[in-house]
């Protein structure tokens, strides 16, 4: 009983870190395209004026049209990444909230493990820090 509290605690961790993982992987992603974009952009409107001095006003109308459709483009990816890390965020908080309706004697009993781990290692690591303090140790 206490292993299968064990590993649901281990899958949640793992699901919640999965998510996490995912959520970071795409907003980097995101903001890769955006900086690329943008450089893109910045590229584009240097060669226009560069290439084509006569057609300036028509280089920079196109440029600008560019440039925004790019940024559009990036706003639009940054939007999508932001409801899926939503999305996931809000079936994740289903999960658990089903998991502690269903099981909540296990749901407790996990909070109480993890609370007292986390107890023990800010207290460790309370104690570590005074400890090389002590030492003259930063």
């Known amino acids: 009983m206490i292993k299968n509290a064990e590993t ?3 899958n949640a961790v793992a699901t919640a870190s999965d998510l ?13 395209a955006t900086r690329r974009a943008a450089a893109d952009a910045s590229k584009s409107l240097r060669e226009g004026f560069e290439a084509l001095q006569e057609e300036v006003p028509s280089a920079l109308a196109r440029a600008a049209a560019q440039a925004e459709a790019l940024s559009k483009e990036g706003l639009e990816r ?9 999305e996931q965020a809000l079936r994740a908080g289903d999960q658990t909230v089903n998991y502690i309706k269903d099981e909540p004697v ?12 986390a107890a023990l290692l800010v207290g ?8 090389a303090h002590a030492n003259g140790r930063r």
């Open 124 to 131: 460790w690591l309370g104690r570590s820090s005074r400890h």
């Open 106 to 117: 296990k749901a407790v009993a996990i909070a109480a493990g993890v609370g007292a781990v």
């Open 78 to 86: 940054a939007r999508r990444a932001k409801e899926a890390v939503r």
């Open 20 to 32: 996490s993982d995912r959520a970071a992987r795409e907003a980097d992603q995101t903001l890769v």
């Open 8 to 10: 649901l605690a281990h």
